[in-house]
C-alpha cells in the first residue's frame, strides 16, 4: 500500500459545521499518525451556492484549531474536464449509457413509487436502448450501469462488513444533461486522482461508496479503504444541522472557547483511548486510530464543551492564557488600553477563578477595563448610611498607605469590621461596590491590589449616589 493519504472536501455552501471539524480532524489525526499526507479538496462545482467567503471561513476554522493540510487547496471545479472524460470513457466501455427520459417521465415513477410507499429506483428504461432510438430534441442524462444481480460488501474500518443488495442500487446520473458531472463522479475521480488510500467520512456517505466503489472497479482503478464515522447528534438525539445553534467553530470561538480545548473535546466526541479525557496535541496524533472510533452516534454537549474549556482555562500556562483572552477580545469585544493590559495579566491568577470561557475572564475584569465605574441599579441600594461610613473610614485609613499590600490591609479592614460591629461580608459588599459597580467579584484584596492605589483613592473620592 502506498503512503497514507486522507483529504476533507467539504463544498463551501455555508460555514464549516461541527461535524465536518470532527471529521477533518479524525482524517488529520490519522495521516499525522501513519506519517502520512492530508488535503483540503473544495468542492465548489455547485455554482450557485458555492461562494469564496465560506471557502475562506473553512480554511480560517482549520487554521483555527490547529488543522493545517499539505499542499495547496485542491479546487474540484477546476478539475472538470477530467470528470467528464471519465464520464466518456464510462460510456464507452459500456459502463454508462445516455438516457433520455424527460423530467415528466422521472416525476411519473417518482409519483407512482410515493404511491406504492417505496423508494424511487430509476426504471432502466433506457440501459438496453439503442442509439437509434433515441429522440433528437432531447438532451440526455449520462448514468452509470448499477450491478443489478448478487450483493456487495464494504469492508468498513470503522462499521465492520456492511452488505447490500446490488438491486438496491439504481442506475445512477454521472452527468446531468447540461455536462456538468455529478458529486459521485467527481468525487470518485478527484479520490483517484489525488492517491487517496482511506476515505474517513460521516456514515451518511455509506450509500455513495457502494456507487464510488462500482465506479472505481469500472475504471480497473485501486480501491481506497473506507471507513465512516457515525453522526453526531444534538443532546436531544437529533442529527445535528447546520441551522443548530452552536454548529459552527465560530459560534464557539465568539463565547471564549479555546481552539485547543474544543479539538480535544472533538477528538473524544466518538473515539477514545483507554480511560484517558485529556489529550495534548502530540498525544492525539501519537495514539489515534479508527480502532478507538465508536458505531453509536455522538451526541453534542456544551455542558461538558465548557467544562474541558474551563479544565484548559485552569491549567494552561498564563502567559498563553493571556495572549488568547487579547486576542478574543481584540475580535469579540474592544481591544484594552495598554495600561489595562497589565492589569489584567497580573490579575489572571483570580481572574480566570470559575470562568468558564475567555468571555468569563473578561466579565470578571470589566471594573478594571472601564475607566469609569458601571453600578448596578440594585446594589447600589445596598448602600446605606451605615456603608457610606465603612467606605469613608476605609479611605481615611487607605491614604495613609503608601504600598498596598494584604498584609498592610487586613487589619484594616479587621478593624473596621470591629468598630462597626459588623462581619467581613459588611466591609467587602461596600467597598466592592463603591470600586466595582457590583457586589459580585473577585476579593475584595484582589480588587483593590488590581486597580493600584491611585485607581482606588480615584474610585472612593467619587460620590456614591
Not at 458555492?50 to 487547496?73: A, M, P, R, T
Not at 438496453?128 to 450491478?147: G, L, M, T, Y
Request: net charge positive; glycine share 4%.
Amino acid at each position: 500500500m502506498s503512503k497514507v493519504a486522507t483529504r476533507f472536501a467539504p463544498s463551501p455552501t455555508g460555514p464549516l459545521h461541527i461535524g465536518g471539524v470532527r471529521t477533518a480532524l479524525f482524517n488529520w489525526l490519522y495521516s499525522k499518525n501513519r506519517k502520512g499526507k492530508f488535503y483540503l479538496r473544495v468542492e465548489d462545482t455547485d455554482k450557485e451556492r458555492s461562494k469564496d467567503e465560506y471557502k475562506n471561513q473553512i480554511i480560517k476554522s482549520l487554521k483555527w484549531i490547529g488543522i493545517d493540510y499539505d499542499g495547496d487547496e485542491y479546487i474540484q471545479s477546476q478539475k472538470v474536464n477530467d470528470h467528464i472524460r471519465v464520464a466518456n470513457e464510462l460510456l464507452k466501455n459500456g459502463n454508462a449509457y445516455k438516457c433520455y427520459c424527460t423530467s415528466e417521465e422521472i416525476e411519473e415513477q417518482k409519483k407512482r413509487a410515493r404511491q406504492k410507499k417505496t423508494p424511487y429506483i430509476y426504471d432502466k428504461k433506457w440501459r438496453d436502448k439503442k442509439e437509434s432510438d433515441a429522440p433528437k430534441d432531447i438532451k440526455p442524462v449520462i448514468r452509470f450501469k448499477s450491478k443489478i444481480n448478487g450483493t456487495s460488501v464494504l469492508k468498513d474500518l470503522v462499521q465492520g462488513d456492511v452488505e447490500i443488495d446490488n438491486n438496491t442500487i439504481e442506475d445512477f446520473i454521472i452527468l446531468r444533461n447540461d455536462g456538468t458531472p455529478t458529486y459521485n463522479l467527481s468525487a470518485s475521480v478527484d479520490d483517484h486522482q489525488m492517491n487517496m488510500t482511506h476515505i474517513i467520512r460521516g456514515d451518511d456517505h455509506k450509500i455513495n461508496t457502494f456507487k464510488q466503489i462500482q465506479i472505481y472497479e469500472a475504471m480497473k482503478w485501486e480501491l481506497p479503504s473506507f471507513a465512516h464515522i457515525p453522526l453526531i447528534h444534538t443532546i436531544e438525539g437529533k442529527k445535528l444541522s447546520k441551522r443548530d445553534q452552536a454548529s459552527t467553530l465560530d459560534d464557539y470561538s465568539k463565547i471564549g472557547i479555546m481552539p485547543d480545548a474544543l479539538r480535544n473535546y472533538l477528538l473524544r466526541l466518538g473515539w477514545s483511548y483507554k480511560d484517558k479525557e485529556i489529550f495534548t496535541l502530540d498525544e492525539s496524533i501519537k495514539f489515534f486510530n479508527l480502532e478507538g472510533i465508536g458505531k453509536s452516534p455522538s451526541k453534542l454537549d456544551m455542558s461538558r464543551i465548557l467544562s474541558m474549556n474551563e479544565r484548559y482555562i485552569k491549567n494552561i500556562n498564563e502567559s498563553d492564557l493571556f495572549t488568547q483572552l487579547i486576542e478574543y477580545c481584540k475580535l469579540y469585544k474592544s481591544e484594552i488600553k495598554p495600561d489595562k493590559k497589565e492589569k489584567i495579566k497580573k490579575s489572571l491568577t483570580f481572574l480566570k477563578n470559575k470562568a468558564k470561557t475567555l468571555e468569563d475572564i473578561f466579565n470578571n475584569g470589566q471594573y478594571i477595563i472601564r475607566d469609569e465605574v458601571n453600578f448596578n441599579k440594585d446594589d447600589m441600594k445596598l448602600i446605606d448610611d451605615k456603608a457610606r461610613k465603612v467606605i469613608s473610614d476605609f479611605q481615611a485609613q487607605f491614604e495613609k498607605i503608601d504600598l498596598p499590600s494584604r498584609e498592610i490591609l487586613e487589619p484594616i479592614v479587621n478593624e473596621l469590621i470591629k468598630s462597626h460591629d459588623t462581619n467581613f461580608k459588611g466591609v467587602g459588599q461596600p467597598l466592592r461596590i463603591a470600586l466595582t459597580g457590583s457586589k459580585f467579584g473577585p476579593g475584595i484584596y484582589d480588587i483593590i491590589l488590581s486597580l493600584g492605589k491611585e485607581e482606588v483613592r480615584k474610585r472612593l473620592s467619587a460620590k456614591i449616589a
